[in-house]
C-alpha cells in the first residue's frame, strides 16, 4: 500500500500532528530571521562602500561636523555606525587642539565601546538560527518515537502482526524525523553563512576603527594626510574591482 503526504497527515495522531505544527512555526521563525539578516547585511555593506571614501574626505579637510552628518545618514552602515559614534564623543578632544596619549586611549575606547555595541545588534537573531539547528532534529525524533510506540500498542491491541499491520504507523512516525531533518538543515546552513559574514563586517569593523585612531595620531603630530590612507583606496577599489582585505 502506497501512501501519500497527505494520506499519512490524515492518519496521524494527534501528538504527531503538534509535533509537524511545532516544526513548521520553526522553520517559519528562523526563515524570516534569515531574510532579514540577509536584507540587513547586504543594506549595510552597500551603505559602507558609499560612506567610507566620503567620510574619508571630510577627515582629510579636517571637518568633523560633516563627517558625523554624514555618519548619522548612513544609518544601516556598520562602519558608519561604529566610527560616526566614536568620532561624536572624540571629537571635542581633536577641536581643543590639546589631544594628549590619554585623548587616543579614550578614542580607543570609544571606537571599541561602538564596536561592541554594533556587533551584538547584528548578532541579534542567529542564536535562533542555532537553537533550531540543533534541536529540530531532535523534536522530530520525539515524533518518530511516540509514532512507533502507537503503532506498536495498536498492533497489540488489534491482535495483529507482520509488517502490514504497523506499516501505517511506522510511515507517520518516521515522517516527522524527515521533517525535522528538513527544519535543520537549512537552519543550520544559515546560521554558518552569517557567522562567516559577521566576520566579514567584524573585521570591516576594526580595520577602519584603527584608521581612525591613525587619523588622530597624525592629527596630532602634524604630519598626517588620512584622505591618502589605504581606507580611501581600498573602498573605492572592492566598490569597482571586488578585491582588497574588506569583503564584499
Given at each position: 500500500m502506497q501512501l501519500s503526504l497527505l494520506d499519512i497527515y490524515n492518519q496521524m495522531a494527534g501528538f504527531a500532528r503538534f509535533i509537524v505544527y511545532v516544526l513548521a512555526a520553526m522553520s517559519i521563525w528562523s526563515l524570516s530571521i534569515a531574510i532579514k539578516k540577509w536584507w540587513d547585511f547586504k543594506k549595510a555593506q552597500a551603505?559602507?562602500?558609499?560612506?567610507?571614501?566620503?567620510?574619508?574626505?571630510?577627515?582629510?579637510?579636517?571637518?568633523l561636523g560633516e563627517a558625523v552628518t554624514l555618519a548619522d545618514k548612513y544609518k544601516k552602515s556598520h562602519v558608519a555606525r561604529v566610527l560616526g559614534g566614536a568620532l561624536t564623543e572624540i571629537r571635542p578632544l581633536i577641536q581643543d587642539g590639546s589631544v594628549t596619549v590619554?585623548?587616543?586611549?579614550?578614542?580607543e575606547r570609544a571606537v571599541e565601546r561602538e564596536m561592541l555595541m554594533t556587533i551584538t545588534d547584528m548578532k541579534r537573531g542567529l542564536g535562533v538560527l542555532a537553537t533550531v539547528g540543533a534541536t529540530a532534529?531532535?523534536?522530530?525524533?520525539?515524533?518518530?518515537?511516540?509514532?512507533?510506540?502507537?503503532?506498536?500498542?495498536?498492533?497489540?491491541a488489534s491482535g495483529a502482526g507482520g509488517i502490514a499491520a504497523i506499516?501505517?504507523?511506522?510511515?507517520e512516525a518516521l515522517i516527522t524525523t524527515a521533517f525535522g531533518l528538513i527544519v535543520a538543515i537549512p537552519a543550520v546552513w544559515l546560521f554558518n553563512y552569517f557567522q562567516v559574514k559577521l566576520d566579514n563586517l567584524t573585521a570591516e569593523m576594526t580595520y577602519t576603527s584603527k584608521e581612525m585612531i591613525d587619523y588622530m595620531i597624525k592629527n596630532v603630530s602634524g604630519t598626517g594626510e588620512f584622505g591618502r590612507s589605504r581606507f580611501t583606496r581600498e573602498f573605492n577599489t572592492t566598490?569597482?574591482?571586488?578585491?582588497?582585505?574588506?569583503?564584499q
Open positions: 551603505e559602507t562602500r558609499k560612506f567610507a571614501p566620503e567620510f574619508s574626505q571630510f577627515l582629510e579637510e579636517d571637518n590619554g585623548d587616543i586611549n579614550s578614542a532534529p531532535f523534536v522530530g525524533l520525539l515524533g518518530t518515537t511516540m509514532g512507533i510506540v502507537n503503532a506498536f500498542a495498536g498492533m497489540a506499516s501505517s504507523g511506522v510511515s566598490a569597482t574591482s571586488g578585491s582588497g582585505p574588506i569583503s
